[in-house]
């Protein structure tokens, strides 16, 4: 499968603290991959770099082909590469409906937008309902399909989604990753970072285990699902502590 | 005569509000109590007579003074706001009081200390409506300051431009995140708030006919009471409030006495802060800390 998103040696840093080492991973066109890894692993990290929102120390990212380590926020998602941060980042003070529009600023075809905004409202009638209050009338989970709507409205071809089932209920979480497998079907690449580990492999075509900013575990889900390591890397350390020899 | 102190308090009210406006603005959005913001009214009426002095027509006199007054917020954003966005978020507000401080004594040296006389720009024509008398001066000043006020309101509630503003307003990092032109349009909030003040002291110059070194303090002190009284953040807050330290002035000059104007007035801001702290239209705090 041809490759969507190639990220070749990527490293972050804040001050002293590095966040990625080298970081290699491919997303291919049309996939799911899941990106794993306890607190502090480097997933929000990665993320981020690929997003625009962080500078990298160094690497490359490449998306459709072209070089785009050196582009900013705005280009990033007219090219279709849109992020939906951890802890959703609604705008509480706008209401939902701008919160789309916000979300829709870069694009130049209003009525494409509207058409768009009818589309997300006829998939969360909950959001269509309320559509002129305020966003902080939600709750955890129509927020969190609101950050989802958000994203949409920018035209994703590669959606990158930061902890979407953090606090949701279980009803939601469900909701959620058929949400996501949906969203695949209509042909967007998803980059997914989760503790939801077991959801997480279930929906995905490829998964990889971040620990303390590197690429430790990488392969098919299901074969990583059984693997003892995962759990291990996962519940494991503390970012800062040692890694244990294997 | 009561109608007609009331005309004259709405006059006031208006310079009032442009100021007021302009600070809320800079807190609203920016989280940053921007005190060159009495420097530039001052700018917006010295300039202007400068100029005028040289021979320039008035409107381009006007002009020019707020496009210095725009570059000097540009100053303050670049030296004062966006050095110091990491540090106290006491330094911002101690620095940009030093520009205060050195755009009063740049003009104190170069015209001196008096009150200058301002030429009589809007023809001395008055309009009578029953008994009352409303000024060409006066009319100006109420009209520039309802159209801007409601421009701006506009833009900021309905327009692409205004929502990008109040994402960066809630979140600035959300604001980046969402591809939002931050690092674009907070000068351009920088400059937006200057040509309200500027505005704001051409309007006074046009009314009282005089300039000075040191005619954005008081103003300015109104102004920060203004915003605060209506309520930090809130464009109609800043207009509710202008109006009614304006009428408050006028009503307490006329009725009580010109010593305990600043009395009446302060009494007002601190009555209103008493029995309702986030001021008139004001919400509680829930926004996250910039
Ligand atoms: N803005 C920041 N400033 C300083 N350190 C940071 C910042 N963001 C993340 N870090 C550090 O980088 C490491 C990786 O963090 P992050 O990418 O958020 O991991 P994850 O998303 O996997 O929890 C952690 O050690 C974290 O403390
Ligand atoms: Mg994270």
Redesign the pocket.
Known sequence: MRTLLDIAGLS?A??H?T??HELSLAVPEGGIVALL??????????L?AVAGV?RPRGGRVVFDGRDITGAGVPARLAGGLVLVP?GRRILVSLTIEENLLVGAHLRRDPDGVQRDIAAIYDRFPNLGRRRHMAASCLSGGEQQMLAVGRAMIARPRLLML??PSLGLSPLFIGHLFALIRELNRDGITILL?EQNTAQALAVAHKAAV?EL?RIVMAGDPAQLAGDPRLAEAYLGRA??EPAALH | MIAQQLVNGLMLGAIYVLVAVSFTLSIGILNFLNFSIPGLFMVGGMVTWILIGKGLHWGLAILGAVAAAGLVALAVERLSYRRSQAREPEVPLVSSLGFLVLLENLALVGAGSDQQAFPALVPDFNLRIGGLVVGGAQLVSLAVALTLVVAISVVLSRTSLGRQVRSIAESRETAVILGIDVGRLVPGIFILSAVFTALGGVLFALNYLQVSPFMGEGVGFKGVAAMILGGMGSIWGAVAGGLLIGLTEVLSITYLGADVVNVTVYGLLLAVMVLRPQGLFGRPPAREKL
């Open positions: 972050v804040y001050g603290v966040a990625l890894g306890a607190n502090g692993a480097g997933k929000s990290s990665l981020k962080v951890e930061d902890e970072v971040l900013g970012a800062g």
